[in-house]
């Protein structure tokens, strides 16, 4: 746990999930930057609540906690830090959580941004702010040097107008753009797309990930699926529980639902870009067109998962955590995955060869077999209480 020390007080603050030995800070000095200006200039402005986007850990709303902020975010576990820390803290405000996929409320006189990973994320979220600000707006985006390029500069010229930046302070730096942009703009999301090889038709929210393309791992994961899954003949004769971990748009359990028409099929993520994309993808690609017979979850791993013992888990895990490169969120999932399934069940995973996660899961498992391979991805499976 890391103190973050600020005008507006000290503030303890930690990344969920939590991880044993973590290194890594909730904050970073362009939170830092943000704060100290807005409260050095604009804090006239706080008379009204300010829109917050992207807040990883709640470091924002912790600094303006008595301003009744909003926070508009595409990760549940961003809104659970936040309401994490300010309990941390002792602090009894309650922010408006705002997920993604929902429209922010009336207009803001003030708004924050912190630039997200994903530039297709920033598009829908400029694009859909335009009905919330007004000319008199102050718009202030903040990221990490490295992580402003020109393209991010080129959106907000382009949906809100007059674009320019702060000087670099400690590697971190200021967009300022002034709502001068009197165009109409509607967000491009979600995007239709169209596997060939499936057949399938995805709509793709702006933040799930490979948005505009089927993305190569996927497309061999679903290979190896059509090809493996039928042999089960096990799961012919019964009504399997199936899992989609970290389900992304969910074309891997809607594929098991396909092959599987009897078996009951729980989507999880914990982007709500991802299961909006999800919910809409199963109820147009499933024979049953009802999605009363599916569940779909906005969890970390399978925290928030409570349905019956899974048969089966099948899961692409990220390697990343917004800008944060590791493996923890993979290794949460595995584990989680060992202690749900039942006696035999199985956790299905496409990973790139260089990961090596045949070893975490084989430590997990005591076993795992390789089902496919190429150049760049394995397929692996690993049993649980396997004889």
Not at 157 to 181: C, F, H, P, V
Not at 184 to 199: A, L, M
Not at 221 to 229: A, C, D, N, P
């Amino acid at each position: 746990m890391e103190t973050l020390n600020i005008r507006s007080g000290e503030f303890q603050l930690e990344r969920l999930p939590k991880i044993k030995n973590d290194t890594l800070r909730g904050w970073d000095a362009a939170d830092e930057l943000l704060i100290e200006t807005v409260l050095t200039d604009y804090s006239h402005l706080l008379v009204t609540p300010p829109l917050i986007a992207n807040d990883s850990f709640g470091a924002l709303a912790l600094a303006f906690n008595e301003y009744s902020v909003h926070s508009w975010s595409d990760s549940f576990i961003s809104h659970l830090a936040t309401t994490h820390n300010l309990s941390l803290n002792k602090i009894s405000a309650s922010p408006v959580l705002i997920p993604s996929t929902k429209e922010a409320e009336g207009k803001y006189d003030l708004v924050l941004i912190k630039i997200p990973k994903t530039l297709s994320l920033l598009e829908d979220q400029l694009c859909r702010l335009k009905p919330h600000i007004h000319p008199e707006t102050v718009i202030i985006g903040a990221a990490m040097s490295k992580h402003i390029h020109t393209s991010t500069l080129k959106l907000f010229e382009k949906i809100i107008g007059t674009t320019t930046t702060s000087r670099a302070t400690k590697k971190a730096r200021l967009i300022y753009a002034q709502n001068d942009q009197k165009n109409n703009v509607v967000s491009p999301y979600p995007k239709t797309i169209k596997d060939e090889s499936s057949g399938i038709n995805l709509q793709n929210f702006a933040n799930v990930f490979a948005n505009d393309h089927l993305d190569i791992g996927t497309r061999f994961f679903l290979e190896t699926i059509k090809k493996h899954l039928n042999q089960h003949g096990e799961y012919a004769e019964q009504a399997p529980n199936i899992i989609d971990l970290g389900c992304g748009n969910g074309i891997l359990g809607i594929a098991a639902k396909q092959l599987i028409p009897h078996a009951k099929i729980s989507f999880t993520d914990e982007s709500y870009a991802a299961i909006a994309s999800a919910k809409i993808n199963y109820s147009n690609e499933t024979i049953d067109k009802n999605t009363d017979d599916a569940e779909f979850l906005m969890s970390n791993s399978l925290d928030q998962y409570k349905g019956d013992t899974p048969d089966l888990i099948l899961c692409n895990p990220p390697f990343h955590q917004a800008h944060a490169v590791g493996d923890h969120i993979a290794w949460t999932m595995f584990k989680q995955s060992q202690q749900k399934l039942q006696k035999n069940g199985e956790l299905w995973v496409v990973g790139n060869r260089h990961l090596a996660y045949h070893i975490k899961l084989k430590k997990l498992f005591g076993n795992c077999q390789t089902v496919a391979s190429n150049k760049k991805f394995v397929i692996l499976v690993a049993t649980k209480n396997k004889k």
